[in-house]
């Protein structure tokens, strides 16, 4: 039976070895509260910030209720027709997740074949890339004349501006295994198969969270381009009505919408890289060090 020492050695922190590394312990309810009250303010009062400046500037006169709607009257749209809006954030919501899946699924298929092989990628890079540099706003339009204006298109603009950066954070991901590892694999007589599942894809995991959050808020986007182009429902559809109408207090509580939904996609994103990645660096809010 091993025991500890109780008396740490003069000069080291409370909880270090002897070697003089500190250990490290799990954080108890009351730390993770804390710690997430301390990565949450700072954005909250810049949000505080936002909106106080946004009421003031409304309030005093300074710009024409015209051109920039009040968070007052903006907030009585939403509450006036609470059932107009939750309908069409739910569609829009449907939309950008089914796109976010499809352009997740493909587009690390796609990552596992252009890395398992050279050619492919010589392949099908450029054309990937030339599909990405291409305006959606400027293509949308076809695909609403091929698919009607059902939900089709809007998937389809959503899986496009999805689609790239979780191709491109896989592909990173997977090709930045140390040559080491894969080489201690293939001495042990590892199949392609298993050095992938044991080493590539658990090494890629923080590269592909990285292009996922910026995935979930691109499809965000295309979801709401496909729909301002061609939709007789969703967010997009809530915007263009605005616009035409001149509705100011609408086309704002549709722009607020779009944005909380982004950012609550992004942060469910980001809370299923902490469940799934909780040893990376990045999820660590304590930091290893020494005495030496």
């Given at each position: 039976?091993?025991?500890?020492?109780?008396?740490?050695?003069?000069?080291?922190?409370?909880?270090?070895?002897?070697?003089?590394?500190?250990?490290?312990?799990?954080?108890?309810?009351?730390?993770?509260?804390?710690?997430?009250?301390?990565r949450s303010w700072r954005p909250v009062a810049v949000l505080v910030a936002l909106f106080a400046a946004w009421w003031a500037v409304t309030a005093a006169g300074l710009i024409e209720p015209y051109?920039?709607?009040?968070?007052?009257?903006t907030l009585e749209v939403i509450l006036d027709?609470?059932?107009?809006?939750?309908?069409?954030?739910?569609?829009?919501?449907?939309?950008?997740?089914?796109?976010?899946?499809?352009?997740?699924?493909?587009?690390?298929?796609?990552?596992?074949?252009?890395?398992?092989?050279?050619?492919?990628?010589?392949?099908?890079?450029?054309?990937?890339?030339?599909?990405?540099?291409?305006?959606?706003?400027?293509i949308a339009p076809l695909f609403v004349v091929w698919l009607g204006f059902g939900l089709e298109p809007k998937?389809?603009?959503?899986?496009?501006?999805a689609f790239f950066p979780v191709v491109i954070s896989m592909v990173t991901g997977l090709k930045s295994v140390d040559p080491e590892m894969l080489q201690l694999s293939a001495t042990m007589g590892a199949k392609w198969h298993q050095t992938f599942w044991k080493i590539r894809f658990p090494a890629s995991l923080p590269h592909l969270f990285a292009g996922l959050k910026v995935a979930v808020t691109m499809a965000v986007t295309g979801a709401v381009v496909g729909e301002y182009v061609g939709a007789n429902e969703g967010l997009g559809y809530v915007i263009q009505q605005a616009t035409g109408n001149?509705?100011?207090?609408?086309?704002?509580?549709?722009?607020?919408?779009?944005?909380?939904?982004?950012?609550?996609?992004?942060?469910?994103?980001?809370?299923?890289?902490?469940?799934?990645?909780p040893w990376h660096a990045s999820r660590r809010t304590d930091n290893v060090t020494t005495t030496l």
């Open positions: 039976m091993v025991t500890r020492n109780p008396v740490a050695q003069a000069g080291e922190p409370a909880g270090a070895t002897p070697g003089g590394v500190t250990e490290r312990t799990r954080p108890g309810t009351g730390a993770r509260l804390a710690g997430f009250v301390e051109l920039v709607a009040s968070p007052g009257q027709k609470p059932d107009y809006f939750l309908h069409s954030t739910w569609i829009t919501a449907l939309e950008t997740l089914l796109g976010f899946a499809i352009a997740v699924g493909v587009g690390v298929l796609a990552a596992v074949v252009m890395v398992a092989s050279p050619t492919a990628e010589k392949s099908l890079y450029p054309l990937m890339l030339f599909a990405q540099v291409i305006p959606k706003i400027a998937i389809v603009v959503a899986v496009l501006m001149l509705d100011t207090p609408t086309l704002f509580a549709g722009l607020v919408i779009i944005s909380l939904l982004g950012v609550l996609l992004f942060v469910v994103v980001e809370w299923l890289e902490a469940l799934v990645l």
